[in-house]
Nanobody
Framework: QVQLVESGGGLVQAGGSLRLACAASGRTFSSYAIGWFRQGPGKERESVAA????????EYADSVKGRFTISRDNAKNTVYLQMNSLKPEDTAVYYCAARVSVFGSLIHGSYDYWGQGTQVTVSS
């Protein structure tokens, strides 16, 4: 089992940047593929990005391609989400999730473990 804690959220102006972190407990972090998801006010949860357990494979939702970058440091049990050129529509609670798999997925139902989320607010 793995426990996930997100951090790095906050308030930023449109066009700004934030870096989110997802820190995991446990000694088998490298066994898990990780995904980032978000849920904006009044919206359904949507995918953002996913990364394989080695970090060699990544995928992104179309809405964030070219602006967000997912990466991981298995030595630190942490996955990062670098968010650049932020837009007001990126405002949401951002969650990281883990699943025991080689590859990540943009399907939120395929993940077994979830963090509590971190709020990102982008002002116009």
């Amino acid at each position: 089992q793995v426990q996930l804690v997100e951090s790095g959220g906050g308030l930023v102006q449109a066009g700004g940047s934030l870096r989110l972190a997802c820190a995991a407990s446990g000694r088998t972090f490298s066994s898990y593929a990780i995904g980032w998801f978000r849920q904006g006010p009044g919206k359904e949860r949507e995918s953002v990005a996913a990364i394989s357990r080695s970090g060699g494979n990544t995928e992104y939702a179309d809405s964030v391609k070219g602006r967000f970058t997912i990466s991981r440091d298995n030595a630190k049990n942490t996955v990062y989400l670098q968010m650049n050129s932020l837009k007001p529509e990126d405002t949401a609670v951002y969650y990281c999730a883990a699943r025991v798999s080689v590859f990540g997925s943009l399907i939120h139902g395929s993940y077994d473990y979830w963090g509590q989320g971190t709020q990102v607010t982008v002002s116009s």
